[in-house]
T-cell receptor, first 116, second 114 residues
Framework: GAVVSQHPSWVICKSGTSVKIECRSL??????MFWYRQFPKQSLMLMAT?????????EQGVEKDKFLINHASLTLSTLTVTSAHPEDSSFYIC????????????FGDGTRLSIL | GENVEQHPSTLSVQEGDSAVIKCTYS??????FPWYKQELGKRPQLIID?????GEKKDQRIAVTLNKTAKHFSLHITETQPEDSAVYFC?????????????FGGGTRLMVKP
């Protein structure tokens, strides 16, 4: 159980393109989803916390107009990187936590974003 | 906010030996400490976790110890195998906070030589 699906797994696109990444909890309801960014050989850096039906909470230094997060249902959160540039190239990973009680975070497979 | 330091950044051991990874945290309110294993290009996978009301937890070859007074916790892997090679991340969280966000350590690249 507790499977998180993230799509797409790899995106290569031109500078200026907007890219949407989906994160779905397949067999549980997730009131909270988290979006992380990971550069090569570095740790996971939390970008934002996404709560179903409300605005996301962004970490300091993360531009909310650049990284649009939508959490419209208990099983889906999306991250849109708007007008992506080469410096946005990174590995983006989502995680989700079950609604009932406290449960560990379960991670998606990640999305490798390469901006040319 | 919380700050988690992890050491060492790289660790190389011979197959069959033990490996120990240590983490310290700064926020005394943190009460949940998971460990994740991440293979190259893949998702972090939870391997073991511990809550602050417990000092030690073991699951087969993996164990975690927690010292709340000193604010540090450690991962112990015994009888290491080549498939244990990966990057390991410790994390800290406060379960009493609504968000339950995790703060990760910098990671340890473990290499187990056959």
């Amino acid at each position: 159980g507790a499977v998180v699906s993230q799509h797409p797994s790899w995106v290569i696109c031109k500078s200026g393109t907007s890219v949407k990444i989906e994160c779905r909890s397949l067999d549980f309801q997730a009131t909270t989803m988290f979006w992380y960014r990971q550069f090569p050989k570095q740790s996971l850096m939390l970008m934002a916390t996404s709560n179903e039906g409300s605005k996301a909470t962004y970490e300091q230094g993360v531009e909310k107009d650049k990284f649009l997060i939508n959490h419209a249902s208990l099983t889906l959160s999306t991250l849109t990187v708007t007008s992506a540039h080469p410096e946005d190239s990174s590995f983006y990973i989502c995680s989700a936590r079950e609604a009932r009680g406290y449960q560990p975070q379960h991670f998606g497979d990640g999305t490798r974003l390469s901006i040319l | 906010g919380e700050n988690v330091e992890q050491h060492p950044s790289t660790l190389s051991v011979q197959e069959g030996d033990s490996a120990v990874i240590k983490c310290t945290y700064s926020d005394s309110a943190s009460n949940y400490f998971p460990w994740y294993k991440q293979e190259l290009g893949k998702r972090p996978q939870l391997i073991i976790d511990i809550r602050s009301n417990v000092g030690e937890k073991k699951d087969q070859r993996i164990a975690v110890t927690l010292n709340k007074t000193a604010k540090h916790f450690s991962l112990h892997i015994t009888e290491t195998q080549p498939e244990d090679s990966a990057v390991y991340f410790c994390a800290a969280s406060n379960l009493d906070n609504a968000g339950n966000m995790l703060t990760f350590g910098g990671g340890t690249r473990l290499m187990v030589k056959p």
